[in-house]
């Protein structure tokens, strides 16, 4: 008999335009996000395009798998909204275009009910580290997020829904 998997997939699959994560982007990375509740993680594959001279994924690129999986992680992990404050990326070995690799996030402390510190990595097939990151995220209740504009009503409250922010 199958074990029940012991991760499920994140509902980010909601239709909007994000290079990291929308469905709705023709050029961007499109990804998907799962959980094993302690951390959030993505498989990807670097298209061609998305190349920094030839072969190897642009550093650009790789900050924003970072960027995107650390903010993922941030939004599930302490149940808020969040905006990027600083990212910082060490490039540890050039990541192949074209190549299967995991990127993963978690919290690396709370700081306050307004700010968190994160860490994310990205991993290839076996298991090396080819890239990490640090970031801060300013946190979110769904008022102060509809303070800000970034979002409208409709779709804050469509995530308060899926995610029980
Ligand atoms: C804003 C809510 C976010 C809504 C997001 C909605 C949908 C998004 C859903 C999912 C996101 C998807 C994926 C996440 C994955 C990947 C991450 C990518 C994310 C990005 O790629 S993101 C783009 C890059 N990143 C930015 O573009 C940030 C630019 N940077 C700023 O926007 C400021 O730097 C800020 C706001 C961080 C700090 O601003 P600051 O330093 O000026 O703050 P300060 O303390 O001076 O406060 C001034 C007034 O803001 C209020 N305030 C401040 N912080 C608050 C908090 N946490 N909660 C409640 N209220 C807050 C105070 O209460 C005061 O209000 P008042 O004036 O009324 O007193």
């Known amino acids: 008999m199958d074990q029940p998997k012991p991760y499920r997939e994140l509902p980010t699959r909601l239709s909007h335009g994000c290079f990291g994560c929308g ?4 050029h961007g990375l ?3 996000f799962h959980t094993d509740e302690k951390s959030v993680f993505s498989e990807i594959v670097i298209p061609d395009h998305m190349v920094g001279w030839k072969n190897f994924a642009h550093g650009g690129i790789l ?4 960027d ?6 941030a939004i599930y992990l302490t149940k ?7 990212i910082a990326v060490d490039f540890l070995r050039p990541v192949p ?3 299967t690799l995991r990127a993963e996030g978690r919290i690396s402390k709370v700081r306050s009910d307004r700010e968190v510190a994160m860490e994310g990595f990205l991993l290839n097939s076996n298991g090396i580290v080819h890239a990490r990151g640090k970031g801060v995220f300013a946190l979110f209740k769904i008022d102060a997020a509809m303070k800000f504009g970034i979002a409208d009503e409709k779709e804050l409250r469509e995530l308060e829904r899926v995610f029980n922010l």
């Open 80 to 86: 808020n909204l969040v905006l990027t404050k600083s």
């Open 23 to 26: 469905s709705e982007n023709p």
């Open 68 to 73: 995107e999986i650390m903010g993922w992680s």
């Open 63 to 66: 900050s924003t798998i970072l």
């Open 97 to 99: 275009v074209g190549t």
């Open 30 to 32: 499109r990804m998907i």
